[in-house]
């Protein structure tokens, strides 16, 4: 992540990650090219009524608008290709996956299902973000909700906005076995790849897309997934999927997942198939 002291600084680099010229970025979000030239000199801050189409158009956390446009800007770290922020160089990252499970007040009222077409459009542009080339349907996304409603989740920052999501499909055993050997991809996967009455042997928990902002907000999805498996306590279960960044394989290992596969897909990405179970790691045994 690098710090950001001003406005015009994150804007610069905004657009330079984009390859978009000033003119570009005013046209995209209505304002004439001098007022982004004033911004990026911070010689004018951001209307208030704007910042929202800030965090709508451009897809930068709302945290990070409203910290740097202020005539006092406050800091903040902003990794802009993986929209991901933190107001502290504390809370770049946590110590390790065992502060996702512990016991930290958290603002459910800020969490609910997955249940539109803006919810599955946030999921699908994470996917694009991370280089999906082949993502599920978002209409599959919604038909896993309906199944699971409890592992799919949308987050919101404490001003509305989007923060982060939870995507998880039950999966038939028969078509993971596909995934897992890379017979089929995730964007091959139909409606009857569902485990509707979720009563196979072993249960898939597949998850298509685990994603938040910053670190306390992934706390509050990974934190109300683990307490989803505390409290089933299934006996006979797979949590897998496909993960594109380094730190959360990291993480995923710690929980209890191993790696199955790697696949690079440009200079810099790589796609990890992980599978695992997670009741070592939440229990210190087997269920």
Not at 39 to 46: A, V
């Amino acid at each position: 992540m690098k710090k950001y002291n001003t406005l015009g600084e994150l804007l610069a680099d905004y657009r330079q990650h984009h390859n978009m010229s000033q003119l570009d970025l005013a046209a995209k979000i209505d304002v004439d090219s001098r007022t982004v030239q004033r911004w990026e000199k911070n010689e004018t801050l951001i209307k208030p009524e704007k910042e929202k189409v800030f965090v709508e158009t451009l897809n930068i956390p709302y945290q990070v608008i409203r910290n740097l446009n202020a005539v006092n800007p406050i800091a903040v770290y902003y990794d802009i290709k993986h929209r991901i922020y933190s107001l502290s160089a504390l809370m770049i990252r946590a110590e390790n996956a065992a502060w996702y499970k512990s016991d930290l007040p958290v603002e459910d009222e800020r969490i609910s299902h997955v249940a539109n077409d803006s919810d599955t459009a946030f999921i699908t542009d994470i996917q694009r973000m991370n280089q999906n080339k082949k993502p599920i349907k978002p209409e599959l996304i919604k038909e896993a909700a309906k199944i699971l409603p409890e592992l799919n989740l949308i987050l919101k920052d404490k001003s509305g906005f989007y923060a982060g999501h939870i995507s998880v499909l039950p999966l038939r055993f028969s078509s993971y076995q596909k995934i897992y050997n890379r017979e089929m991809n995730e964007g091959s996967l139909r409606f009857s790849d569902l485990d509707y009455k979720m009563d196979e042997t072993p249960l898939v928990f597949y998850y298509y897309s685990l994603y938040a902002d910053s670190l306390p907000h992934s706390y509050y999805l990974i934190n109300h997934m683990l307490n989803y498996f505390k409290k089933k306590k299934f006996k006979n279960y797979i949590f897998a999927g496909i993960t594109y960044r380094e730190q959360k394989v990291s993480y995923l290992k710690e929980i209890g997942l191993r790696e199955v596969w790697e696949e690079k897909i440009s200079e810099n990405v790589r796609r990890t198939f992980m599978e695992g179970c997670l009741d070592m790691f939440l229990f210190g045994k087997m269920q």
